[in-house]
């Protein structure tokens, strides 16, 4: 089983259109949230999401539109936006191949009534350990931070696609990622417009 994973794309449609392009071969996509901004919603995002079947989860974003008191675009948002934001759970667990798989945007035990989500970033051992105990999975898939990361903590591969949509990394370069079943393979791929991906990141699982 092949799965691809993008996360916090921030309504770049153009690069969610590259990377589901060149992850059309998978038997599931997955989405990490963050693929509105809670300032915008481009309608295409969601009718992108909808053809694609891509499952996706809601990010700090979402979160932020449906909850936070100073929203300023839920009130304007019609029906059938605000029931696909609504539609989005905060997190996700799925069986992938025999393996347990938890997706979640920020860290596994972020409070999904509150917009906020926590960071963990590479160089946080004490919050990858935490991500390894709180979850006990054999992947752990998490967006939010911008930034690709695939690191094993313990008997857990934590895998961050890094952004489909606004780089943050000094690298400047957007990113998403493949699970390959048969292969035991994490890959994390650059995007490269009117080109083929290139590969920044693999790991064993």
Known sequence: ??????????????????????????DLLLGLGDLVSDYHIDPRVPRLVSDSGLVSIAGNHEKSILLHPGSQIRSRLSTEILGFLRDLPAAREIAFDGRRVHVAHGAPWDDPTDYRCVHVIERDGVALGRVADSTRAD???????????????????????????????????????????????????????????????????
Not at 17 to 22: E, F, G, I, M
Not at 184 to 191: E, K, P, R, Y
Request: net charge negative.
């Open 139 to 205: 992947l752990v898939l998490l967006g939010h931070t911008h930034r690709a990361m695939a690191v094993r903590v313990q008997n857990t591969l934590v895998v961050n696609p890094g952004s489909c949509g606004e780089p943050r990394a000094a690298s400047q370069q957007l990113t998403f990622a493949r699970l390959d079943g048969a292969a035991g393979l994490a890959s994390v791929f650059i995007v490269k417009p009117g080109l083929a991906p290139e590969p920044l990141l693999q790991a064993e699982f």
């Open 1 to 26: 089983m092949k799965v691809g994973i993008v996360s916090d794309v921030h309504n770049n449609v153009e690069v969610l259109t590259y990377a589901l392009d060149h992850l059309r071969d998978c």
